[in-house]
């Protein structure tokens, strides 16, 4: 007979004690310590299929198996498709627009390609009534209402398919372990039961997850470490445009970018993004320059804008939206000890236009461009893109892919170009002209209506 012994297992960080405690000796945190049944006896746990030892050298390694989800953007984001036998986890706020992209996915999916849409969250008939909003076709939509999470696997098992959907991991729960869905217990075994389901039978099988007000996915950090991909959702307050960004991805490149639009037919991609964050007015604007991000496997232009305003009798502020407000101060230091730019007594207000967050250095120059041009009243020349990064010396180091960034500033109408002079191409670029500068007053000194700063 099976002998169970309880144990503890802290709700913030998973710590395990053997008995209860106030307080975690993990983490510290206070009445975080939730009970779980544990099982001693090896004979009375389910029998696991016998592993054996290889060399690689016995391996033979083959391509892994990919297929589109329908929506382009997506596949971008995972590298090219879904793989067989992995696990997504898509996490985001409520409404953004997870279960929408999900069910969107599974009305592509027909006849050797099944869909499997496992709801914990809604109806049957809630989720045909978004099904009917969305245009979908109903006949192609296999979906399954419950919160138990071996219905779900034996269901998946047995239809088959090669994609299962769970909407959402927080809702679903197993019989064996005595605690509530959505709690660490929880959230552990169901995740563990669908990675081996994944495993196992090499179906693709994607969780939808829920996101603290810290904007991270609710549960143990061990459920994004499970998983083989981790996307995140993101969108601007009053936006109709979406976010999807990779953090995590065992098959593709991290950090990659998929942007959307919500409309009333569901997510729309948006192939090319630069033109939207590149809406300025038709008049040149003082303090607004357009830089050239990499993100993940392509370039993509955006507006930086800077706003300098005398302050008033107290401590200068500064405030960053979208970039790093540590790196913002640091680089406002570079500009005074190296371009002879004070802007100490000022209010110096940052913005990326579109709600994109640059986690890049190659922003750095068009930064600084902008504080002067809005310091100076005077507007850079115009159809120009900067990049480049700054150090503390005031020296302009290069970026990678600077090729790359120019040819997409060309490809949309950019002439001029200001960047690291060890990234000026061997080749000229068709249709731009390129600027090779090696520091910070040597860069304002190339556009004429800065040089007498």
Known sequence: MARSQITYVCGRCGSVSLKWQGQCAGCGEWNTLEPSARVDVAGSRPARGAGSVLRLADVKAGVAGRWPTGLGELDRVLGGGLVAGSVVLVGGPPGIGKSTLLLQVAGTGTG?????????????????????????????????????????????????????????????????????????????????????????????????GHVTK????????????????????????????????????????????????????GLREVRNPSAIFLSRPVADTPGSVVTVLHQGTRPLLVEVQALTDRGGDGPSRRLAIGVDPNRLAMLLAVLHRHAGQAVHEEDVFVNVVGGVRVA??????????????????????PQTVVFGEVGLGGEIRPVAYGEERLREAAKLGFGHAIVPQANVPRRPITGIEVVGVSGVAEALRCDPRLGNA
Do not use: W
């Open 112 to 208: 050797e390609r099944a869909t499997l849409y496992a709801s914990g969250e809604e109806s049957a008939e809630q989720v045909a009534l978004r099904a009917q909003r969305l245009g979908l076709p109903a006949d192609r939509i296999t979906m399954l209402a419950t919160t138990d999470v071996d219905e779900v696997i034996e269901a998946a098992r047995s239809m088959p398919c090669t994609c299962l959907v769970v909407d959402s991991i927080q809702t679903m729960s197993s019989g064996g372990v005595p605690s509530a869905p959505g709690s660490p217990n929880q959230l552990r075994e169901c995740a563990a039961r669908l990675v081996q389901l994944a495993k196992s039978s090499g179906m693709a099988v994607v969780l939808v």
């Open 360 to 381: 890049e250095t190659a922003a750095d120059l068009a930064l600084l461009l902008a504080v002067v041009s809005s310091r100076l009243s005077k507007a850079i020349l």
């Open 214 to 265: 810290e904007g991270v996915i609710a549960g143990p950090r061990l459920l994004e470490h499970m998983v083989d991909v981790v996307l995140y959702f993101e969108d601007e307050a009053g936006s109709r445009y979406r976010l999807l960004r990779s953090v995590k991805n065992r098959f593709g490149a991290a950090n990659e970018l998929g942007i959307f639009a919500m409309g009333e037919t």
